[in-house]
């Protein structure tokens, strides 16, 4: 693969690898053949098997488990990187979560565990992540994570995670203007809809992905490594002035009303 930017030496965490089709992976990949080196992590010991053979293929130097609702598990996840490598200089949090009942019903009605949820996992554990990199990155550095355009619009189906998604949007600009003055930089990557293990979980998400494709100014649907592309060049030195930002690549879905 010819590399989109020179990533040479850098140093990434990903988070969120499910399998090969999973956005985190289509960012690994470009990661890794721009020249970066990598760790990954993995849910728990029944998706070890679905991650290590992408991992694996990617050359991924090491994966650990990281359960973000398990006390101390993101913790020792940075202890780890600190161990192993003495810092770190991106990230990429690409991991969302509801329960299904809270999801697949109205926002109105969802109840305040479900939401309590939603929001530790798709949301606040990027805070989290982003306080315990910090000091990992005494010469700057990126952090990005993943959100929808369910955020800003009502998009059937999508629910409750449109106001979590939100809330992450939020959170990614005021961690861009707390960490700033350090060098470390934030975005958000707003990709359209992609045919993902976790979008699946979303109810009619096949008739989604099909009005989507119809409607979308390029009448295609983007891919996995449409959004490692944008993630590459964010994280690269090519990308040192930008922060705070959310950034669609969707085909120009955000476009339509």
Request: a negative charge; aromatic letters at 6%.
């Amino acid at each position: 693969m010819n590399k989109l930017f020179d990533l040479s030496g850098k140093r990434g965490l990903v988070v969120g690898i499910a399998n090969e089709h999973s956005i985190a992976t289509g960012c690994a990949q470009a990661f890794r053949g721009s020249g970066a080196r990598l760790c990954a992590t993995y849910l728990n010991d029944k998706a070890l098997p679905f991650v290590q053979p992408t991992t694996d293929a990617l050359g991924v130097e090491w994966v650990t488990p990281c359960d973000v609702r398990i006390p101390g598990q993101t913790e020792a996840l940075f202890r780890r990187i600190g161990e192993e490598w003495g810092g770190l200089d991106f990230l990429l949090h690409s991991i969302a979560f509801a329960p299904r009942d809270d999801l697949h019903g109205r926002v109105v009605d969802c109840s305040a565990d479900g939401f309590a949820m939603a929001m530790d996992v798709s949301c606040h554990s990027f805070l989290e992540m982003a306080r315990h990199a910090e000091p990992l990155m005494p010469d700057g550095g990126c952090l990005l994570t993943v959100t929808f355009y369910g955020s800003e619009r009502v998009v059937e189906n999508y629910n409750l995670m449109g106001p979590v998604k939100a809330a992450l949007e939020s959170a990614t600009r005021y961690v861009a203007a707390e960490l700033g003055p350090k060098g470390i930089r934030a975005h958000a990557i707003s990709p359209g809809p992609i045919a993902t293990r976790a979008a699946s979980g979303i109810d009619r998400f096949d008739e989604m992905l099909e009005s989507a494709a119809k409607r979308v100014p390029e009448r295609h649907l983007v891919e996995t490594r449409d959004v490692g592309a944008l993630a590459a060049f964010l994280v690269s030195d090519a990308a040192r002035h930008i922060t705070g930002t959310v950034i669609p690549v969707d085909s120009g879905q955000h476009l339509m009303a």
